[in-house]
């Protein structure tokens, strides 16, 4: 695998990505620029008020007086100007990892963005305190305030001898018992490149949500063939691809940036056997799986630890008074938030 992403238009690979991408630094740091005017279900990973807002509002939409609340807050975002935002080492995927020599340069590359677009919120996504705590001193000492935005879980598996959950346990036996095909693959022809990404685009678009990434063919076709990821495939007994998990090794922690499976084949666990494919691979290689957010329950089941991550992000250069006022306000009143209390609302 390589670190060396291709560089390619941002919505070549994300069609709703309203955002431009840049590499900056000696080591390629990614840098996303949103455009001022957002579209229609604009993705997270490049926005915060499709993450923190909209998101939010679309899983509380069976809540009408709780989903009109977050609305509302969202276009007071709007009026103070977060659509217009700079995001330091953001890779176009939900987590982003960065090796020792990228870390020690978003600061500067921070500093750099700020001075050239003084009109822009500039920030920092993925950031947990136990892995980056310099980094995040640092930050504060420059003025930006943390703000909780997920709760991602760690299956720590460098340790061999480390036990195995009871649920996790019967999820392997089924994996084993199904007799599935799993291959990691570096290569990846062009009619399994069109079974992943309609496999992607039912679980992420169809059945959670349009603020996910909306990826094209072209984007697993580039990660994968160009050795930057490889890719997780589960096939059944005739080689058509039943599950799929791309796979974002830096360093000794690994990432899942987009993973699917076909929820109509008459199989036990479709999402079970998938990641008992992922935690072998993870625990065969010794790594530590980094397995973002969402199913919360299955994920602490199976051993995983939760952990609450944070954007770090500072004001425009230009600002008025009120916009850091409500930006050290939102940080102040979050500050006290635990992952576990995220858990208790459905993280």
């Known amino acids: 695998m390589t670190d060396k992403w291709p ?3 941002l919505t070549d690979w994300v069609s709703n990505a309203c955002a431009t991408l840049l590499w900056e630094g000696d080591t390629k740091v990614p840098i996303s620029i949103a455009f001022p005017i957002r579209q229609k279900n604009t993705s997270y990973l490049f926005s915060p008020r499709s993450g923190w807002f909209d998101y939010l509002t679309h899983e509380c939409r069976h809540q009408p007086v709780v989903a009109l609340l977050i609305a509302a807050l969202g276009k007071l ?3 103070l100007g977060i659509d217009k935002t700079i995001f330091i080492g953001n890779y176009p995927i939900s987590t982003s990892i960065w090796n020792t020599e990228q870390e020690n340069e978003l600061l500067s590359i921070a500093s750099k963005m700020s001075r050239l677009n003084p009109g822009y919120y500039i920030g920092v996504r993925n950031l947990l305190p136990h892995r980056h705590p310099t980094l995040i001193s640092n930050l504060k000492s420059l003025g930006y305030f943390g703000i909780p935005s997920r709760v991602i879980y760690e299956f720590d598996l460098r340790d061999e001898n480390k036990p195995i959950p009871s649920h996790l ?3 392997l036996a089924l994996l ?9 693959c570096s290569k990846l022809d062009q009619d399994s490149l069109m079974q992943i990404h309609d496999l992607y685009q039912k679980i ?3 059945k959670h949500s349009l603020l996910n990434p909306q990826y094209t063919t072209q984007f697993f076709d580039d990660v994968v063939n160009q050795g930057v990821m490889s890719c997780l495939v589960v096939r059944v007994p005739d080689q058509q691809i039943y599950s799929f ?6 360093g000794h922690t690994l990432t899942v940036p987009a993973l699917g499976y076909d929820t109509k084949f008459n199989l036990e666990g479709s999402y079970r056997v998938l990641f008992a494919a992922i935690y072998t691979y993870t625990k065969d290689q010794r790594l530590l799986l980094n397995y973002s957010s969402g199913a919360g329950d299955f994920k602490r089941k199976r051993g995983g630890i939760a952990y609450l991550e944070y954007t770090y992000l500072i004001c425009p250069l230009n600002s008025c008074n009120i916009k850091k006022f409500t930006l050290a306000l939102v940080a102040k009143k979050t500050a006290p938030l635990k992952a576990q209390d995220l858990i208790e609302l459905g993280a």
Do not use: G, I
């Not at 998990?245 to 830096?250: G, I, V, Y």
């Open 169 to 171: 346990k019967r999820d």
């Open 245 to 250: 998990a791309l796979l974002l090794r830096t």
């Open 7 to 9: 560089m390619v238009k």
């Open 204 to 206: 992420y678009l169809h």
């Open 176 to 184: 084993k018992k199904l007799n599935l095909d799993v291959q990691v």
């Open 77 to 79: 975002s709007y009026f």
